[in-house]
């Protein structure tokens, strides 16, 4: 069970309160003077999230379009936009549009 930090308007004392993650977000209760405190955010209550998702320097995948297509690599948001128009591909799901296959599955893609 994580602790957080919680702050006491009226002692002007910090506390570290055990709870659950459900729990997290209800005021506690000071157990110096029983006030009502709120909870602190400082820098080391908040978690880091790293994106560790390729820069648009190195390119992106679409992984939804067979090896061998010659649109399965590209390098800015607008070309990706633009391949997955082209081959029927949702932006916000990352899926072929409901009933449909992905169109570049129908091409044939061989190497000349």
């Not at 910090?14 to 209760?29: G, N, Q, S, V, Y």
């Not at 649109?71 to 899926?95: C, E, N, W």
Request: neutral net charge; contains cysteine.
């Amino acid at each position: 069970m994580p602790n957080f930090d919680f702050g006491c308007p009226s002692c002007e004392t910090r506390h570290e309160i055990w709870r659950t993650l459900a729990d997290a977000k209800d005021p506690a209760h000071c157990p110096s003077c029983e006030t009502e405190m709120a909870r602190i955010w400082d820098a080391d209550s908040v978690p880091i999230v790293l994106d560790l998702r390729p820069s648009w320097s190195e390119g992106h995948t679409i992984f939804q379009l067979p090896k061998n297509c010659p649109d399965r690599h590209v390098t800015s948001q607008k070309q990706m936009d633009k391949v997955y128009v082209k081959h029927g591909i949702d932006p916000d799901t990352h899926a072929p549009f409901p009933g449909q296959k992905a169109k570049s599955s129908a091409h044939n893609w061989r190497k000349k």
